[in-house]
């Protein structure tokens, strides 16, 4: 009796678990293209920033745009912002971060219809609200790419300007107080392209800035500096041909971790053009590097954190059967082993073609990755192929289907239209499949173990179970889909 009620108590605490844990892949439409760059978390849910075309009375133009959605990912306003004839623009990936006083804000830039490019601060509460608004011109070719908020509450920016030289950009880094009024600023450069993606506070206090420079070739470029940005070290990383600005995130233990694209074969590299990973000592030496080629076309990190002790990184893959442009999530130990990898697909995407800009962790130790899907065309829309917002919340292993996906190790899929009955079933168990291809059923129990396995035709198939009484996850695939979902066998 006792062994029973103790199995019974961890069956109804697995169930509880299970139950509890939200997740969701969701498309927000309006027949426009748009590009989704940043996520942030909220008191009731979150909100995806980026931008994208809208039809106004001047024609076409391009505002930044926000979909507020509550915690299931369920669309509550869309907010449209913007000097309208210009181009608005939100800043690279993961520009938005919260502020002390529980509100947002995002740098970025504005552009005129002649490419005049300014300065943008914007602070923004969990409406999608505008608390306040900055637009800065310095007098060239401004553009802010990446936001860090101070212990104080100060906001630091980092970008390029053309100010000094009004020919070439140089990195700028400014300071500004929480209402956005400025306080300081640095200048970095030297005769070429050279400005600044990302900034990461540092254990010493100071900045350590990711970004590219011209100084031979097209490069990666890593900044280290002091409190008030002046430079303390640099190092490049790159080839001889056009590389991709670096990624940077600072390591807790100490050091860095560094990603980016090369263009040309570098000495231990598999193929040309390739994405890289490194990881760094506090000098900017490095420690280990890992290249991830493309399989076909595409694969890039475009956003990574550190959350309890592990490395996290978000980008596009298209290395899958189906030779599609994926969203990609990674687990990592900060020696360079992977925990889990996971790729994902919206559902209606079309060209399947979707990735991912950004993500943070959620309050249930999951993760909201946001970043664009292609959709059908809208008939009504002046573009041939639409692109959405994309937001998709997964559980701590990183899987849409608690569980059955991340014990499996499965590749979560688009949703396969099947249907399975009766459940609860005392045996016998029908399964339908619309698309007339043939596929197979994985049944799971609730660690994760696999206990049934069949192949199903297309169409209608009856399967004779023999199981004990029970909660099961199941998997159905076909045709490169899935659908994931529990069976009581009583």
């Known amino acids: 009796m006792r062994t029973v009620m103790i199995t019974a108590i961890v069956f109804f605490v697995t169930v509880w678990a299970y139950t509890q844990t939200v997740t969701f892949n969701k498309t927000y439409e309006d027949g426009e293209l748009n590009l989704a760059t940043s996520v942030v978390i909220t008191s009731n849910g979150y909100i995806t920033l980026g931008y994208g075309w809208a039809e106004g009375t001047l024609g076409s133009w391009e505002p930044m745009k926000i979909i507020v959605t509550d915690n299931e990912g369920i669309a509550q306003s869309k907010k449209i912002y913007g000097k309208l004839g210009w181009g608005n623009y939100n800043g690279y990936n993961g520009s938005a971060q919260p502020t002390n006083d529980g509100n947002f ?6 552009a005129d219809a002649f490419g005049i490019f300014d300065f943008w601060l914007v602070k923004f509460d969990e409406s999608g609200d505008t608390l306040w608004t900055k637009t800065i011109d310095l007098g060239g070719e401004e553009l802010f790419y990446n936001t860090q908020i101070l212990d104080n509450g100060d906001i630091v920016c980092i970008g390029s300007t053309t100010r000094a030289s009004h020919v070439m950009e140089q990195l700028y880094i400014a300071c500004y107080d929480p209402n956005g009024n400025f306080k300081w600023e640095m200048l970095h450069g030297n005769n070429g392209y050279d400005a600044g993606y990302y900034i990461e506070k540092t254990l010493d206090n100071g900045f350590i800035i990711g970004g590219a420079t011209e100084s031979r070739g097209w490069d990666g470029w890593l900044v280290k500096t002091d409190s008030l940005a002046n ?10 041909g056009y590389d991709s600005p670096l990624g940077v995130v600072v390591n807790p233990e100490g050091g860095y971790f560094i990603w980016g694209n090369y263009d040309s074969l570098v000495p231990g590299a598999p193929v040309v053009g390739l994405t890289y990973l490194y990881k ?6 490095v420690i280990w590097e890992q290249y991830y080629p493309a399989k076909y076309n595409s694969k890039s990190i475009n956003r990574a954190r550190i959350y309890d002790g592990y490395l996290y990184f978000c980008g596009i893959t298209d290395d899958n059967a189906e030779n599609e442009f994926r969203g990609w999530f990674v687990k990592m130990t900060f020696s360079g082993d992977v925990v889990w990898e996971r790729q994902y697909s919206n559902i209606e995407s079309q060209n399947k073609s979707s990735w991912f800009e950004d993500f943070k ?24 192929n639409r692109q959405d917002f994309w937001l998709v919340k997964v559980d701590i292993n990183g899987c849409l289907y608690p569980t059955t996906a991340c014990v499996t190790g499965i590749t979560e899929t688009p949703t396969l239209q099947a249907k399975l009955y009766p459940n609860p079933s005392t045996g016998a168990l029908t399964i339908e499949l619309p698309n007339g291809k043939g596929g197979s059923i994985a049944l799971y129990n609730l660690l994760g173990q696999g206990v049934y396995s069949a192949p ?7 399967l004779a179970l023999n199981l004990p009484p029970g909660l099961y996850l199941y998997r159905i695939g076909s045709g490169g889909k899935a659908v ?6 009583e």
């Open 105 to 110: 804000v995002f740098s970025g830039w504005v």
């Open 231 to 240: 430079i303390l070290w640099q190092r490049s990383f790159g080839t001889s």
């Open 280 to 285: 760094l000592d506090s000098l900017g030496v």
């Open 361 to 384: 962790q959620t309050q249930d130790d999951g993760f909201i990755l946001t970043g664009p899907a292609s959709s059908p065309a809208d008939p009504n829309s002046p573009f041939a």
């Open 456 to 462: 199903i035709a297309g169409g209608q198939t009856t």
């Open 484 to 489: 994931n979902g529990k069976l009581l066998v």
